[in-house]
């Protein structure tokens, strides 16, 4: 009888139960690791300064997120306030005269290294721009950053960051 409930059981479990897990997708190397990181970079600022998808986001960060930054301090020690902050920052940005920003990455500052069977660390400079509605954009700051990647699920997610050095555009 137990042989037969145990049969019934396990005939039960989805096939997936069964399977071997999938090797984890290999880290790009090289050129391809600095493209990847470049790319990645360009939509996580484009989305957190410049869209309003808080879902998207999501997918772009890791749980534990840890975010420090020189002028705010801590900014984010997990995704889930993060992410909450972001999605009241979306509804501000909607109004005709609110400030916009945007966020560009200095040309020739980017630099990538591998972080083995992690993902990848990305360092450089970026600088900071702001409007008023739809009035003439103006850059107002730079700063350093350094950014901890991890390679997940075939994807990059933000896990670290570190941005300091904040100033004024001179």
């Known amino acids: 009888m137990l042989r037969l409930v145990a049969?019934?059981?396990l005939s039960a479990l989805p096939v997936a139960a069964y399977a071997t897990p999938a090797a984890p997708s290999p880290l790009p190397q090289g050129a391809a690791l600095t493209e990847a990181i470049r790319v990645r970079d360009a939509e996580f600022f484009a989305l957190f300064f410049?869209?309003?998808d808080p879902a998207r986001l999501a997918t772009m960060v890791t749980d534990d997120l840890e975010f420090y930054h020189d002028k705010e301090g801590v900014a984010a020690t997990?995704?889930?306030?993060f992410l909450a902050a972001y999605a009241k920052g979306c509804a501000g940005r909607k109004a005709p005269d609110a400030w916009r920003s945007r966020r560009e990455?200095?040309?020739g500052s980017l630099k990538v290294w591998p972080i083995?069977?992690?993902g990848a660390v990305e360092s450089g400079e970026h600088y900071f721009y702001e409007r008023k509605g739809n009035g003439p954009e103006?850059?107002?700051g730079r700063a350093l950053f350094t950014q901890?990647?991890?390679?997940?699920d075939g994807r990059w997610?933000?896990?670290?960051?570190l941005s300091y050095a904040h100033s004024a555009v001179e």
Do not use: D
């Open 116 to 118: 083995a069977t992690y």
């Open 105 to 107: 990455l200095a040309p």
């Open 138 to 140: 103006k850059r107002v």
């Open 148 to 152: 901890l990647w991890k390679w997940e």
């Open 78 to 81: 997990s995704a889930a306030p």
């Open 7 to 9: 049969a019934m059981w």
């Open 157 to 161: 997610k933000l896990a670290r960051v």
């Open 50 to 52: 410049e869209g309003c």
